[in-house]
């Protein structure tokens, strides 16, 4: 499975973006998919994550009420709606994938995702 990420730019604090992440897999819609970030000079932290079903979405507290996760099955696509951006949200965004069909809906370890994306920059200005 190939990932492509894409949206990240820069903005100023206050501001929005929205990040998409296009899958390569066939059935789109057995895997889960994340969000994580990785700012420059730290680990690589969780972000967001929905099921492979889309029911359930997961956030990192720092971004809960500010981002949304969210997935079109038909577009092969999973989306981060970014908004009220603040300097801590700098870093280099990265999705990625685990097939999960038929697991129940939980949160992944970030050791158990199969594939990774490129990442996207995200940069945002005080």
């Known amino acids: 499975v190939q990932l492509q990420a894409s949206g990240g730019g820069s903005v100023q604090a206050g501001g929005s973006l929205r990040l998409s992440c296009v899958a390569s897999?066939?059935?789109?819609?057995?895997?889960?998919m994340g969000w994580f970030r990785q700012a420059p000079g730290k680990r690589r932290d969780f972000v967001a994550s929905?099921?492979?079903?889309?029911?359930?979405?997961y956030y990192a507290d720092s971004v809960k009420g500010r981002f949304t996760i969210s997935r079109d099955n038909s577009k092969k696509t999973v989306y981060l709606q970014m908004d009220s951006l603040g300097p801590e949200d700098t870093a280099v965004y990265y999705c990625?994938?685990?097939?999960?069909?038929?697991?129940?809906?939980?949160?992944?370890?970030?050791?158990?995702?199969?594939?990774w994306g490129q990442g996207t920059l995200v940069t945002v200005s005080s």
């Open positions: 990625a994938t685990k097939y999960a069909r038929g697991e129940p809906d939980r949160r992944i370890l970030s050791t158990a995702y199969q594939y």
């Open positions: 897999a066939r059935t789109f819609d057995s895997w889960a």
């Open positions: 929905i099921s492979w079903s889309g029911r359930t979405a």
